[in-house]
C-alpha cells in the first residue's frame, strides 16, 4: 500500500486508550499478510509473530508502536429542553484548546456522529468571552431527545474525534492519531520489507494498548513475552514556527535514535550502524531522564529488556493536526528493517561483551 | 455485616501496620478458605478453588488507612508528625490519635491562638499531638510510633458513619462474600492489601505474585450527592459503581460491560463509575506482571478520608451480591 493511504486508513481508525479493538483490527489486516501468527492479548494489545529463519530456539525482537490515540470519555447525561447532551472528560493527554466545535463520534450502544460545542461567544456573560472552554463549559451535542440519548449513551462510553487525514504539499500529512499511528505505519511498512528479507531472529510486532494513559500495554506485553531485545517506536517533537531554541529537528530530516536512560547503547549503536549502512537520514538524539514511551516499561519488565527507541518527527503533538513528513515514516520503516536483518544469532552477547568492555 | 463492619474499622491499621486488621480477617475467612497464606509484605490471601473451568481471579480490599507517625518528640514532651497517606490538614484540629501502644492524644496546631489565622490552612507538619506527657523522656510516643485518628462507628438509621470505611467496608464486602460463595468456576484469591494509601503498594506485589487473569478492587468512591460535591454522578443508596475509568486507569471494557449485564440480570441496583479523582489496588494489577482484566466495585462514600466517612447499608449489601453474582458464574471476556 501507498504510504500516504496507509497513513490514512492509520490515522482515521478509532482507538481510543482503552478501547483499541477497531484500531488493532485495522492494523491486523495490514500485517497479516506478512506474518506468521497475530492475535490481540487481554489487555487489547495487538501481537504479530513474524518467524525467523535461525535454527530453534531463536533470539526474539520485540517491536512497540502503540496504537491507542486520546480521545474523551461520557461522565454525564444532562437534559436541557427535553434534548441529551453529554459531558465529557479527557481519555489521555487532551489538550483542552482544541475542542471547542470539534465533530466527534460517540460509541454507544451504536455509533453515533455528535459535535463539541459551547455557547457561541456573544451569549455568553461577558467575563467568560475570553481563553480557552474547559470541560465544564463543554458538551456534546448528538440532536437526540433526552430519552434517546439515555437509550443509546451510557456513562463511561467512549467518544472520538472524527477527522480525516489532510494531504498538505510538500510530501506532508496532517490528521489525529498520527501520534503515533505513524510509527504503526514504520512497523507495517519494516514487516513488508522483511517479507522478502532473510533474518535470524523472530519479530514479536506488538501495536500496543493505552500508552497515552500509563504505558499499559507495553509493559504487560514485555512481560508476557519476554523478548531478548526490543525497540519501542513513537512520534516525538519537531521544530516549527516559534518552537524553542531546545527542539531543532525539521520535519524531513529522517528519524531520531533516541538516547537516554531508557535505551541500551548496545541497541543504539546497532540502529545507527544500520542508517547508515543504508545511507538513510537520521538525528542522534539524547536527552536526560525517560523517553516517555513504551520503551521506558519495555526496559524494566522481567529481568529487564535491552531496548532501543526510533522516534519520527512530528509538529503539533496531541491535536487533531498532528503533521509528520512521508518521507520520515518511510525511512523508519527501512530503517527498522535493515535494524533487524543485521541481527546476528549472538548480537546480544556482542552487545553485552561491549558493555563491559566499556 | 454491621457488627463486622464495627469491629474492621475500630480496629487499628495504617498504612504498613495492619497486624491488628489482618488478624481480625484472617479469623472471619479461616473457616471459609482453601488456603490461607499471609506473604512477607503483609498481603491476606483467602484461596476459595474453583471447580477448574474457570480463570484466576484476585479480589481487593485494602486493609490500611490513613494514618500519621511521629517523626520527632519536643524537648515539653509534644508529638510532631507526618502522614501515612492523604490527610486532610483540615479533619486534624481538635481530633483524637490512637496510637499503636493505645496512647491517646489530641490535636493542635502551632499558634492555634491567632483567630486571625483562621481562613489560613497550614500542612500537616504545622500540626502536633499532645498525650499528657511533660518531657520528651516521659512521652510514651517515640520517633516512628504510628498512629491513627480515633472515631467511633456509629449507625443512624441505614447510614453508617466510621472514620475509616475506606476500604476496611471493601474487606467486610471481601469476606462476606467469601462466605455467601458457595461454588465457583474459578479460583478466587480474596486479597487483603496492604499499603494502599501510600501508592497501591501490597495490590502490586500481590499481583505479581498470584497472575491473576481478572482483578477487581473493591473499594469506596466518594459520593457526589452533597452541596457542591464532585462533578461525576455517584449517589449513597443507589447501589455499588461499577468502575469505567478513574484517574489511575481504564477499567477493561470488557469486564465492566460483564459486571453491569450481571447487576441487570440479578436485578442489583449499580452506578457507572467515571472517577475524575483517585483510584484503586486495581491501578496497581492491571499491570503487574503479565497484566490482568481489571476493574472494581466502588461503595459510594461520603467525606472520604474524613474522620466521618458515611456509607448506606444498601449499597454494602448489593455490593456483596453483585461480587458474588460476577463470581459464581463463568467470565467471558
Known sequence: METLQLLRTLSEARGPSGLERAATDVIADLWQPFVDSIAVDRLGSLVATKNGSGTAPRPRLMLSAHCDEIALMVTDVVEANGFGFLRVTAVGGVDIRHLYSQRVVVHGREDIPGVLASLPTRLLP????????????????VGLSAESTRNLIRIGDFVTFDQHLVELVNGRVAGKALDNRASVAAVTICLEQLHG??????????????????????????????????????????????????INVELGSGPMIDQCINIHPGINKALIDAAKALEIKFTHVGYGGNSGTDAQYIQIARAGIPTGLLSIPQRYMHTMVETVDIKDVERTGRLLAEFVVRLSADFIDTISAEMLEA | MEA?????????????????????????VAPYADEIEVDQMGNLYALKRGDGSGLKVAIAAHMDEIGLIATHITEEGFVRFTNLGFIIPHTLMGARVRFADGTLGVVSRDKARFVADMDKMPGVDQHFIDVGASSRDNCPVKIGTPG????????????????????????????????????????????????????????????????PDVAIAVDVTPASDVIEGFPMQMKLGDGPGIKIKDMGMIAHQGLARLMQRRAEEAGIPYQPEVLLVGSTDARAMQIAGPGSAAGAISIPNRYTHTTSEVVDAADVENSVRLLVEILSKPIAL
Open chain 2, 148 to 211: 491513627v485518628i480515633w472515631q467511633t462507628m456509629e449507625v443512624q438509621g441505614s447510614r453508617w458513619i466510621a472514620r475509616c470505611h475506606d476500604d476496611r467496608i471493601g474487606c467486610v464486602i471481601g469476606v462476606e462474600a467469601l462466605k455467601r460463595l458457595a461454588e465457583t468456576p474459578h479460583d478466587v484469591y480474596f486479597v487483603f492489601t496492604v499499603q494502599e494509601e501510600v501508592g497501591t503498594r501490597g495490590a502490586a506485589t500481590a499481583a505479581n505474585r498470584i497472575e
Open chain 1, 126 to 141: 461577558e467575563d467568560r468571552r475570553s481563553g480557552a472552554y474547559g470541560f465544564e463549559d463543554l458538551m456534546v451535542d
Open chain 1, 197 to 246: 528479507r532473510a533474518h535470524v531472529w523472530d519479530v514479536l510486532a506488538v501495536a500496543s494498548s493505552q500508552e497515552e494513559t500509563r504505558l499499559l500495554g507495553a509493559a504487560t506485553s514485555a512481560y508476557r513475552l519476554q523478548p531478548d531485545a526490543a525497540v519501542a517506536l513513537d512520534v516525538s517533537y519537531a521544530t516549527s514556527y516559534n518552537a524553542k531554541d531546545s
Open chain 2, 4 to 28: 463486622l463492619t464495627k469491629k474492621l474499622v475500630e480496629a487499628f491499621g495504617p498504612c504498613g501496620f495492619e497486624d491488628e486488621v489482618r488478624d481480625l480477617i484472617r479469623e472471619e
